[in-house]
Structure formats: structure tokens, C-alpha cells
T-cell receptor
Framework: GAVVSQHPSRVICKSGTSVKIECRSL??????MFWYRQFPKQSLMLMAT?????????EQGVEKDKFLINHASLTLSTLTVTSAHPEDSSFYIC??????????FGSGTRLTVV | AQTVTQSQPEMSVQEAETVTLSCTYD???????LFWYKQPPSRQMILVIR??????QNATENRFSVNFQKAAKSFSLKISDSQLGDAAMYFC?????????????FGAGTILRVKS
């Protein structure tokens, strides 16, 4: 079945630095990529939607200059958290939508900013 | 905008018993998809079942089945013969066929505990 590889699974960074999270669709073309943020025991909060070759569409309240999303190819999308602060610590999940309109989720990235 | 409501923050079920998780949604659209996702402690999202709104027949996947009541905008998940591996957080989700991007709208989730 469809697989999305998300890396890293865990990352600890210092406050003020930037962190890049990658999501790769391994056996299908991801026409659309969704990025979510999830706090413990809470639901997934959509941050942004990106289509290959286009600028991402951010949800209301999400800082686009802080959370940079790149979807340069049909198999790779990245989320860069710039100038990270402790409040950015969270679990980030990507979800890729292929041409069959199914959704495949990455395994998530636990970001801790110290 | 569409909303999805899961009114049960937590549920418990005895192993081998049956449990039903509730989900209601609000939409003015007539055609859409509904999903149930499972998120175990690993936090990997796993598709449990999917229902197309135009299909009257309730979807079934092995021990998992749904009760889709379109007029009532209700989409409950029944888990039969519960197993320890069913313990997870379950999310109900809605997908419009009209909105650009086809994003999923998730409910708040229900934590399911399975007792041995």
C-alpha cells in the first residue's frame, strides 16, 4: 500500500534555531500534502495545505513566515520551523493525498525546543 | 464550514465485547466522504473505515462497521469482539467534495480503552 516516510521521528533543538521535517511519498505521487500539528490527547490541527509546485495555503492563525512549507516535487514536501521557540514544541504529522484521493499519513515528528 | 463532533472523550470496553463510538457532523452538502481513523500509542494514523455519503449501505471492515444515518448526520463506529490492540484514540473525519484541497475535518477524538 501507499507509504509516506516522515523524518526525523524525534528532534530536539535549541531555541532560535530552525528545524526541517521531511515527508516523502515512496510509491505514489502526492498531488497534495497536508501538515498537521497535534498536542497530547488532542485532535489534529491543520496548519497548511500544499500542492506540488504551488505556494502553500495556510490556515487562519498559522504564521506562514514561521512554518515554511515547500512542495517542490510530487514525492517530497518539507516543513521548516524557523526560529523555533519552546511553544513550538509539538507533534507534527504530514498527510499525502494521491491521485486516487486517498490519504496516507506519515508517522509523525516529535519536536522539542529547549 | 463543516464541523465534526465526537461527544465521548473516553470509552472503555471489555475484551471480546462490542463498543460503539459516536460521531455527528454538520454540513449543507449532499455528497461527501466520512472516515474513522485510529491512532494507537505509536501515533501513526491508520484508516479504519470509509463511507461515501451517496452510498446507503453501511461500510464494514471485518470487526469494524458503521451506522451511517445521513438525515441525522450521524456516523457511529461499532467495534465487535474488541481486542487489546484496538486500544487507541479514534477520530471521525469529514471530507468535502466541494472545497479546494479536499482537506479532512477531524473531530476531537475518543480514547478507547480495552480491559482484559
Amino acid at each position: 500500500g501507499a507509504v509516506v516516510s516522515q523524518h526525523p521521528s524525534r528532534v530536539i533543538c535549541k531555541s532560535g534555531t530552525s528545524v526541517k521535517i521531511e515527508c516523502r511519498s515512496l510509491d505514489f505521487q502526492a498531488t497534495t500534502m497536508f501538515w498537521y500539528r497535534q498536542f497530547p490527547k488532542q485532535s489534529l490541527m491543520l496548519m497548511a495545505t500544499s500542492n506540488e509546485g504551488s505556494k502553500a495555503t495556510y490556515e487562519q492563525g498559522v504564521e506562514k513566515d514561521k512554518f515554511l512549507i515547500n512542495h517542490a516535487s510530487l514525492t517530497l514536501s518539507t516543513l521548516t520551523v524557523t526560529s523555533a521557540h519552546p511553544e513550538d514544541s509539538s507533534f507534527y504529522i504530514c498527510s499525502a493525498q494521491g491521485r486516487d484521493y486517498g490519504y496516507t499519513f506519515g508517522s509523525g515528528t516529535r519536536l522539542t525546543v529547549v | 464550514a463543516q464541523t465534526v463532533t465526537q461527544s465521548q472523550p473516553e470509552m472503555s470496553v471489555q475484551e471480546a465485547e462490542t463498543v460503539t463510538l459516536s460521531c455527528t457532523y454538520d454540513t449543507s452538502e449532499s455528497d461527501y466522504y466520512l472516515f474513522w481513523y485510529k491512532q494507537p500509542p505509536s501515533r501513526q494514523m491508520i484508516l479504519v473505515i470509509r463511507q461515501e455519503a451517496y452510498k446507503q449501505q453501511n461500510a464494514t471492515e471485518n470487526r469494524f462497521s458503521v451506522n451511517f444515518q445521513k438525515a441525522a448526520k450521524s456516523f457511529s463506529l461499532k467495534i465487535s469482539d474488541s481486542q487489546l490492540g484496538d486500544a487507541a484514540m479514534y477520530f471521525c473525519a469529514y471530507r468535502s467534495l466541494m472545497e479546494y484541497g479536499n482537506k479532512l475535518v477531524f473531530g476531537a477524538g475518543t480514547i478507547l480503552r480495552v480491559k482484559s
